[in-house]
């Protein structure tokens, strides 16, 4: 009587796969630099909201788009070291 075809066919080896690198730690600095642009960039903009209008010639009047882009870019930059964070 013919063999099946599953007896005759060798049987896999299972290899595992290799394993992945151990992601980096982040530094000590990570975590305050983190915190520290994130409360800049927001004290900088509340800054701008509150005594923008009350002080007469600022550079906070003068560039008054370029004060919330540079606030923003602040919490940005927290967010972007936030994924360094281990």
Same mark, same amino acid.
Request: hydrophobic letters at 50%.
């Given at each position: 009587?013919? %063999?099946?075809? +599953?007896?005759? %066919? ?5 290899? @595992?796969? @290799? &394993? ?8 000590? =600095? ?5 915190? &520290? #642009? #994130?409360?800049?960039?927001?004290? =900088? ?12 010639? +600022? #550079? ?5 788009? =370029?004060?919330?882009?540079? $606030? #923003? +870019? $602040? ?6 070291? +936030? &994924? *360094? =964070? *281990?």
């Amino acid at each position: 009587m013919p %063999k099946s075809r +599953s007896v005759r %066919k060798k049987k896999a080896v299972y290899t @595992p796969p @290799p &394993t992945a690198p151990q992601p980096k730690i982040g530094g000590r =600095w990570v975590a305050p630099a983190m915190l &520290t #642009f #994130f409360f800049l960039g927001i004290l =900088w903009i509340g800054v701008y909201y509150i005594i923008g209008n009350f002080v007469p010639v +600022s #550079f906070l009047e003068e560039q008054p788009n =370029w004060n919330l882009a540079i $606030g #923003f +870019s $602040g919490i940005i930059m927290a967010l972007i070291l +936030s &994924t *360094r =964070w *281990r």
